[in-house]
T-cell receptor, first 113, second 115 residues
Framework: GNSVTQMEGPVTLSEEAFLTINCTYT??????LFWYVQYPGEGLQLLLK?????DKGSNKGFEATYRKETTSFHLEKGSVQVSDSAVYFC????????????FGKGTKLSVIP | GAGVSQSPSNKVTEKGKDVELRCDPI?????LYWYRQSLGQGLEFLIY????????KSGLPSDRFSAERTGGSVSTLTIQRTQQEDSAVYLC?????????????FGNGTRLTVT
């Protein structure tokens, strides 16, 4: 079956630090990969996605590259801000016509001034 | 425009009682999903509705859980004879269609606490 493993949190960083949240996956076929973000008190929002190998998704200064050889989709940001404090979820969909997202457990990020 | 709306935002109930959680999807979205987010766990798929097709109920954890979607719009998730392990945040999402180009739009969730 499909599964997503992401680094355990919580992660605490100072403002302007570099961020990496690791995500690896197991899937049948060729999955599409996603990062969702959940800000305090809000629902999950799609942050970025990549649908095929070597694709790079990017949004709001965050990036993640679909690495088929290492089955990874690590999230990075060069300089985090306090407003980036949230829970980040890595997820995948696998299979044509598939609709069921498989999520990781989430990584809580806290950015301190 | 309006996003996915869930009610109530918080619900505290006694063990053994029934609860109903409501989801109003984005207008025009044909697909609707329920997920459960338990403390320290990822999001667990519960059920999926697409148009007039039979729902995919494969994620419902027991027969105490049921859901319906009336008129292809509003959905209600019902938990009968609640147990303490049902305590979680229940998230609803909707999308225009399915697949990579139809991202899910999530509501803020209903936090259920069973005492």
């Amino acid at each position: 079956g499909n599964s997503v493993t992401q680094m355990e949190g919580p992660v605490t960083l100072s403002e302007e630090a570099f961020l990496t949240i690791n995500c690896t996956y197991t899937a049948t076929g060729y999955p599409s990969l996603f990062w969702y973000v959940q800000y305090p008190g809000e629902g999950l929002q799609l942050l970025l996605k990549a649908t095929k190998a070597d694709d790079k998704g990017s949004n709001k200064g965050f990036e993640a590259t679909y690495r088929k050889e290492t089955t990874s989709f690590h999230l990075e940001k060069g300089s985090v801000q306090v407003s980036d404090s949230a829970v980040y979820f890595c997820a995948l969909i696998s299979g044509a016509g598939s609709y069921q997202l498989t999520f990781g457990k989430g990584t809580k990020l806290s950015v301190i001034p | 425009g309006a996003g996915v709306s869930q009610s109530p935002s918080n619900k505290v109930t006694e063990k053994g009682k029934d609860v109903e959680l409501r989801c109003d999807p984005i207008s025009g979205h044909t697909a609707l999903y329920w997920y459960r987010q338990s403390l320290g766990q990822g999001l667990e798929f519960l059920i999926y509705f697409q148009g007039n097709s039979a729902p995919d109920k494969s994620g419902l954890p027991s027969d105490r859980f049921s859901a319906e979607r009336t008129g292809g719009s509003v959905s209600t998730l019902t938990i009968q004879r609640t147990q303490q392990e049902d305590s979680a945040v229940y998230l609803c999402a909707s999308s225009l269609g399915t697949g990579n180009n139809s991202p899910l739009h999530f509501g803020n969730g209903t936090r259920l606490t069973v005492t």
